[in-house]
């Protein structure tokens, strides 16, 4: 997992096999890399990363721990607060909505499709310290995770057992987009959309009209929009 500051300044790295976080300086087109921050918690995994719009934060998952760290950053640099949230089995990747109010995180659960209904947990980062405060059932093998730009709407990209072996009882042929809607410290599923098979990638386009999903096993893009709580699928590129 890799993310960039608001800023365009620094951009993390969720170091899974040195269990550390690595910062790269932007400066213009000349990036450069100038360490890593070991995590104060072993064996933890870490997966995923977002920074907050300020600049002064970031979540990491802890994955195999399921858990998410919360990192501080200053003047000095980056450092593990050695503060963590138990989110859900396996979490998988993390966002944080344009007002740095709210995070969510997937929670993949088996680590794949299995069957199971996995979840979406709900952070809230105005409380002291952040916090869970709610999980919202999204479907089986929660992936990747996308938040619009403008705020309102998330989307969770369900593997739907697309993964798994066309004998298993949850095998299906096809991935899809679980819609959450944002209100205030409230999520809620308002719908779904399917796509492609073993779709894993997803992103908003910046006017958070557009939602663009990677279909591995396909090697395509579905494009979705949205209208309203519902996301229409209007074409595909290859």
Known sequence: GIAIDKAGTFALIADRAENAIGVLRIGGKIVKYIGSVPLSTPSADPTA???TPDGRRALVTLTRLNKVAVLKIDDKGVSDTGYTMTTGIFPYNVQITPD????LVNNQGFGASDG?????SVIDLEANP??????VMVGDGPEGLA??????Y???LILNGADAPKSAFYHHEHSYV??????????????EAEVGSLAEGIAFSPDGRFLYVGNFRDRDFTILRLEGNKLMQIGALE
């Open 49 to 51: 990363i977002a920074i």
């Open 100 to 103: 740095g109010k709210l995070a």
């Open 116 to 120: 199971q209904a996995d979840t979406v």
């Open 130 to 135: 952040p916090r869970v405060i709610d999980q």
């Open 147 to 152: 938040i619009s730009p403008v705020g309102g």
């Open 154 to 156: 998330a989307a969770a």
């Open 178 to 191: 679980a819609l959450l809607r944002i209100d205030g410290t409230t999520v809620t599923k308002v719908g």
